[in-house]
């Protein structure tokens, strides 16, 4: 089988298609024919060994999918020819992975496998930020950080769909109209940001700030919470890990809240499907849809990188490593036949 695969830790270079012998799966594992799989940010990280998880090279990226089961191993409950999409951190950028039933959720045949493999990393990490880690309720504001980005995309249109009024901030005109297309109540650039969310929450203080970014924009972004405010802290896209000063923290009760959803997915088994169960009613009625990117080819991975790298990449690129015609929606991924 066709997989892209790391074989040196410097970046879009190190990254190229190699032949493989495809994998089995084992007890609690099911092995997928692969139809599209995402590529996001941390699949560019893991290209340059920066990422928090460092598989042992070569390794074959790839962190979501979405196809139909070609083999389940003992005990998954899972069946082979059911359509499903999935998280797998790394191996999915393949032809056939193996994942682990636990990450694994049914795909409704009215969402096409583009849009379920560009699910898991993106709407389910902001799910978990703002519904779990945040306590998102009804009314709040949301300022959201990187809007024009997948994870930011995401964000704002979860936060919109379960209530939460939201302030996207983001670089450029495009990118603050598609997230006001996307449900968000007002945009920002990012120079302008806190004064422009001062007015928004009517300069009480915003509830919850969703920041994928970093960087300088840390510290004014705990200025503009409220008594009880939350910072929640998803990634540093923007390349520096802020220190915040704890006694920050005192004055308005305000607190910044880790989002790691993979660790946490990973040590609570069906945590992935809990998810799922809540998201499935909206991604189908189209509340809440990936802004996707271009289609690419598994030859095209080292483009993909690169432009990801270079802030270049507009949603989330999919790549359609085989035609898939699975759904209603008559989906063709633009990949060549096998």
Same mark, same amino acid.
């Given at each position: ?51 928090? &998880? ?27 020819? $059911? ?38 990393? &993106? ?13 998102? $309720?009804?009314?709040? &504001? ?34 603050? /109209? ?83 959803? =993979?660790?946490?997915?990973?040590? /609570? ?19 809440? /849809?990936?802004?996707? =990117? ?27 490593? /085989? ?9 063709? &991924? ?5």
């Amino acid at each position: 089988m066709r997989a892209v695969q790391v074989s040196r830790l410097d970046g879009p270079p190190g990254v190229a298609v190699a032949e493989l012998e495809a994998p089995r799966p084992g007890p609690g594992e099911v092995a997928v024919e692969v139809h599209a799989a995402g590529v996001s940010f941390p699949d560019m990280l893991l290209s340059k060994g920066l990422y928090q &998880n460092r598989p042992g090279l070569p390794f074959t990226l790839g962190g979501e999918i979405a196809g139909i089961i070609r083999e389940a191993g003992p005990g998954t409950g899972w069946h082979p020819g $059911q359509r499903i999409a999935a998280y797998c951190g790394t191996g999915g950028l393949a032809e056939v992975a193996v994942v682990s039933s636990d990450a694994v959720f049914a795909l409704p045949d009215a969402v096409p496998c583009g849009v379920g493999a560009a699910l898991s990393m &993106n709407t389910f990490t902001v799910h978990f930020a703002l519904l779990r880690r945040g306590r998102l $309720q009804p009314g709040e &504001n949301v300022v959201v950080h990187g809007a024009g980005g997948a994870v930011g995309s995401a964000a704002v249109q979860v936060a919109a769909a379960f209530g939460g009024r939201v302030l996207a901030v983001a670089s450029t005109e495009e990118k603050r /109209r598609a997230a006001l297309r996307s449900g968000a109540v007002a945009a920002s650039d990012v120079e302008k940001f806190p004064e422009a969310a001062r007015e928004f929450a009517g300069y009480a203080g915003v509830d919850i700030v969703l920041d994928p970014v970093g960087g300088p924009r840390f510290v004014d972004s705990l200025r503009i919470l409220g008594p009880e405010g939350r910072l929640l802290v998803v990634g540093f896209a923007g390349g520096s890990i802020p220190e915040v000063r704890v006694n920050r923290l005192l004055l308005n009760n305000i607190a910044v809240v880790g989002v790691g959803w =993979g660790a946490f997915s990973q040590l /609570r088994p069906g945590y992935v499907r809990e998810q799922w169960d809540e998201l499935a009613p909206l991604v189908v009625a189209g509340r809440i /849809r990936p802004s996707l =990117g271009e289609y690419r080819d598994l030859y095209d991975v080292q483009a993909v990188l690169a432009a990801i790298e270079a802030r270049r990449s507009v949603g989330q690129t999919i790549v359609a490593v /085989r035609r898939c015609a699975c759904s209603t929606t008559g989906e063709r &991924n633009r990949a060549p036949q096998e």
